[in-house]
């Protein structure tokens, strides 16, 4: 299925449709403010394996990351946040980055990995924002890579269906995507160490 919806004032409706896919244990293909992603409902593990069939990830070592409306519902899924991480999520949130976090007791299973750390993103995208708000909970979030010699992400959504349609449930045409992903900021042991740059700057 296709979808679009507006960017700017995503149609109630159509939000619906897709948390209501989302709750069955479907997957979507959906926007953010950096390049579209794969995502799924957090509490379905069979969604969670099949995205990881679509992307060739081995479950047991992928680096799982979650979208999350804002830093309240965020702390729900750490670790307390120390002083010095809860400013600098303050004032990067909502934004283009992802931010590498102890996990809390309430990540599934299935996100669990050894250094015990999740990605976390608070995008600023109403779209996403919307799903997340009417599902009541994070939705998973990897990126969609392309096979293209020139652009690494899929930027056009009517591209990402052609080559996606019979592999996820909903692709949802946003607008146009860009092709630099978020930044990833590891603030797992105290210190905030970048470990990939994104295209705006951290403030601190």
């Not at 992802?98 to 250094?115: A, D, H, Q, Y």
């Not at 779209?127 to 998973?140: D, R």
């Amino acid at each position: 299925m296709f979808i679009s919806i507006n960017e700017e004032n995503p149609e109630n409706r159509k939000i619906r449709n897709v948390v209501e896919v989302l709750e069955k244990g479907g997957v979507i293909i959906y926007p953010t403010d950096t390049i579209y992603g794969l995502g799924c409902d957090i509490l379905h593990p069979k969604a969670i394996e099949r995205i990881c069939r679509i992307r060739n990830i081995d479950i047991q070592k992928a680096n799982f990351t979650i979208i999350c409306k804002d830093i309240a519902q965020l702390s729900n899924y750490t670790k307390q946040l120390d002083n010095k991480v809860f400013k600098i999520l303050k004032k990067n949130s909502p934004g283009p980055f992802t931010f590498v976090l102890k996990s809390g007791n309430e990540i599934p299973k299935i996100f669990k990995n050894r250094r015990k750390t999740i990605g976390i993103r608070i995008p600023d995208n109403k779209i996403a924002q919307s799903i997340i708000e009417e599902l009541g909970h994070p939705i998973l979030s990897i990126s969609l890579k392309s096979d293209d010699e020139i652009l690494e992400y899929f930027t056009d959504p009517s591209e990402i269906y052609d080559d996606y349609q019979k592999l996820v449930d909903i692709v949802i045409d946003g607008g146009t995507g860009k092709n630099i992903p978020s930044a990833v900021i590891d603030c797992s042991n105290g210190a905030v160490v970048i470990l990939r740059e994104g295209e705006v700057e951290l403030k601190y």
